[in-house]
C-alpha cells in the first residue's frame, strides 16, 4: 500500500506559477498511475490531470490544458503538478491519486492524500 503526502500549495496572485508535489511511501511509484484532483469550496471533486505508470502519457481538464502540466519522477517516488497563468477559479484544494492500473490512463483510483491548498487572489 502506497501512501501519498502533497505539499507546495499556498496563496499566490492571478498570472503567477504554482508547483505542488505529492510525495510516495511505502511503495515505489513506478507501481502506479497518478493523477490529481481539486475541489473548491462548495464544489464537487474534479478531475484535473493524469499520467500512466511511466509517464508516456498525460492527460487533461479542458479548464487546465495549455496551463498545467503534470509529471512523474519515480526515483524521487514524486508526482509534481506545475501549475502556470493560475486564475482566482484555480482556488481549491489539490489532491493527489495513485492508481493499480498497469496500462494506459487511470479510469479508477485506489489512495488518495489529505491535500494540499492553492489560493489564486485578484
Known amino acids: 500500500q502506497v501512501q501519498l503526502v502533497e505539499s507546495g500549495g499556498g496563496l499566490v496572485q492571478a498570472g503567477d506559477s504554482l508547483r505542488v508535489s505529492c510525495a510516495a511511501s511505502?511503495?515505489?511509484?513506478?507501481?502506479?498511475?497518478m493523477g490529481w484532483f481539486r475541489q473548491a469550496p462548495g464544489k464537487q471533486r474534479e478531475f484535473v490531470a493524469a499520467?500512466?505508470?511511466?509517464?508516456?502519457?498525460?492527460s487533461y481538464a479542458d479548464s487546465v490544458a495549455g496551463r498545467f502540466i503534470i509529471s512523474k519522477d519515480n526515483d524521487k517516488n514524486t508526482v509534481y503538478l506545475q501549475m502556470n497563468s493560475l486564475k482566482v477559479e484555480d482556488t481549491a484544494v489539490y489532491y493527489c491519486?495513485?492508481?493499480?492500473?498497469?496500462?494506459?490512463?487511470?479510469?479508477?483510483?485506489?489512495?488518495w492524500g489529505q491535500g494540499t491548498q492553492v489560493t489564486v487572489s485578484s
Open positions: 491519486a495513485a492508481s493499480n492500473q498497469r496500462y494506459g490512463l487511470p479510469r479508477e483510483y485506489d489512495y
Open positions: 511505502g511503495r515505489a511509484l513506478s507501481s502506479y498511475a
Open positions: 499520467i500512466t505508470r511511466n509517464g508516456g502519457r498525460t
